[in-house]
């Protein structure tokens, strides 16, 4: 893999689709000179200029960046981005999923959450799958003893959504009890070693599920960057993207991949030089 | 008219269909003191779907460049703050959004709000112009965000005060958020004399005056109120289909 010194040369620089974190800088200072009005014709002429099939994808530190962008200079809260990536991924299992093609025992979700904040975004998502009327079971081992992750927890034991005490480390029965599972172990940048004994564990059984497996922004164990370990890894059969796909997404082979960014303002968008597909009517996910 | 005190007796206990100012601020704290939703998530999700409740109305293919121009007067209170995310969300679904917030609360969640809107180029104007006619020319249609259930009129401020009385003028649509501004939310009165809102998007559920809503859309947005918490204070209400967050009455 490259380092992150200077712009790859077989990318023409207005098509742009990776930033070295050197030259964040001076590009975020060119777009941002354009003007407000500027802005408001290409938000008017968007439908055009997103239809290039090529999407770009971040690097882990570019991700980083753009998180704290929306934390430190829009002053999201974490309390809301997770929100909006929660009810956002339970929208793209929808659509992957659709409730009225699914038989009873189709409709239960087992929902993995790791101790971090990919483990947050999937407490979020399994309490809207109940609202949606699927029946999630979470499992929550190693638990975080953050505000926000308590809170998230609460809401979910009072929606009386049942949390698993152990995983059976036997696949069949797995196979057998859900008829899909999301994974909320790890996003990028999260080591393996962080998450924690029974964690790990799980994405080992997980690696030989035969139901259908749902990613949350990146197949937990996957190098985020260059996607290693997906031979070996996870074998999601749908990744949902949050805010924007991560460079691993490249290697990602499964039937459909989502992105979940609808909230990400486009200046962000353009200053990170993301160009990504339009949301349809009041969608907060677009299939790539 | 009766106390907030016992159930309607005209509404069987099974078919309630709305929330007394009591009930409303009492499923509220139930949410965020025993589900532990935080107040920045219910606001979040309150003006998502007022915004998704907007599209239905007025949906966006069917609008002219003028139609979508929305202007979103936004109170000091929780009314306010949910109109500052409507707001946001609006500029997403690609209406042109403008915001009237004169008076400003100084607790973080209002002004982080404010901060995303600013900083999704979204315009706050400086004053209201007092004649009607030149805000039914400026805009397609208007969100009041002004007062909420519980909220009496002097503690809005003078430039919201004002703006009400212009907008009982107003001739272009008029969206309000959770109950008619300026209405009592027990009874409705002053709903003869005051705003006539077209679309009404209840929070949560419905509240008392809303049965005196007579505009041409009522919307609830409320998908995210637990079974539990519904069945708690016996409320029925209509089913969402799909992934929607609001469901039409």
New interface residues.
């Given amino acids: 893999m490259s380092s992150a010194a200077g712009p790859d040369p077989s990318e023409a620089p207005e098509e742009r689709r990776f930033l070295r974190s050197s030259e964040e800088l001076s590009l975020a200072q060119m777009l941002q000179a354009s003007s ?1 009005v500027q ?1 408001r014709k290409q ?1 008017w002429g968007r439908q055009s200029w997103l239809d290039v099939p090529s999407h770009s994808v971040p690097s882990t530190a570019e991700a980083a960046a753009l998180e704290r962008e929306l934390l430190e ?5 974490r ?2 981005l997770v ?2 990536c929660g009810h956002a991924s ?2 793209a299992v ?1 659509k992957a999923f659709p409730l009225p093609a699914l038989s009873r025992k189709q409709r239960t979700v087992l929902v993995v959450c790791g101790p971090e904040q990919n483990g947050a975004v999937g407490l979020v998502c399994a309490r809207h799958l109940r ?2 009327e699927y029946e999630p079971t979470i499992f929550y081992p190693t638990r975080s003893l953050d505000l926000l992750h ?3 927890t ?2 979910c034991e ?3 959504i049942p949390f698993l005490s152990y995983l059976p480390t036997e696949v069949q029965l797995i196979n057998e009890a859900y008829g899909l599972v999301v994974d909320a172990v790890m996003g990028p940048g999260v080591e393996p070693r962080e998450v924690g004994g029974p964690c790990t564990r799980a994405l080992a059984t997980l690696k030989l599920l035969s139901i259908p497996l749902v990613s949350l922004d990146i197949p937990s164990g996957w190098d985020a960057e260059t996607g290693s370990d997906s031979e070996d890894g996870l074998r999601p059969d749908v990744l949902v993207s949050l805010a924007a796909p991560k460079r691993c997404a490249g290697r990602f082979s499964g039937r459909h991949h989502f992105v979940a960014g ?2 990400v ?3 962000v968008l353009r200053k990170f030089a993301l160009r990504l597909p339009g949301y349809t ?2 969608d907060c996910v677009a299939a790539l």
């Fill in positions: 407000l802005r938000a200079d829009y002053r999201f809260g309390q809301q929100e909006l339970a929208v929808t609202v949606f308590r809170d998230l609460t809401q009072k929606m009386d609808r909230f303002p486009d200046d009517g009041t």
